[in-house]
């Protein structure tokens, strides 16, 4: 069984910043970052390759930004500029592939989730 374990809830203004962790185990290959409000669907908002290579929902670019220390098997989630649309139940998740994607169908293994709140 892969255990991911995500860290770093909080509530924020608008405005203000958070860092998420996720600590993983070493085999995994791209790991992603994705979201869910109440009632709706979850959805992507970045993945990372080993080699660092990234990519990004639109919603987040140039707010977010992902990044992984292949050293500790962690990965990161720094986010700026937050919004009160940034409200949600955010996960990590991993696959055993090495190609980016942010379609939550692409990862077989997930964490239980952290939760951010961004109040006006």
């Known amino acids: 069984q892969v255990l991911l374990a995500e860290s770093g809830a909080g509530s924020v203004q608008s405005g203000g910043s958070l860092r998420l962790s996720c600590a993983g185990p070493?085999?995994?290959?791209?790991m992603g970052w994705f979201r869910q409000a109440p009632g709706k669907e979850r959805e992507g908002v970045a993945s990372i390759d080993p080699y660092g290579s990234t990519i990004y929902a639109d919603s987040v670019k140039g707010r977010f930004t992902i990044s992984r220390d292949n050293a500790q098997n962690t990965l990161y989630l720094q986010m700026n500029s937050l919004n009160t649309e940034d409200t949600k139940m955010y996960y990590c998740?991993?696959?055993?592939?090495?190609?980016?994607?942010?379609?939550?169908?692409?990862?077989?293994?997930w964490g239980r989730g952290t939760q951010v709140t961004v109040s006006s």
């Open positions: 070493k085999y995994t290959r791209s």
């Open positions: 998740a991993a696959r055993l592939t090495w190609r980016n994607s942010i379609s939550p169908g692409d990862y077989a293994y």
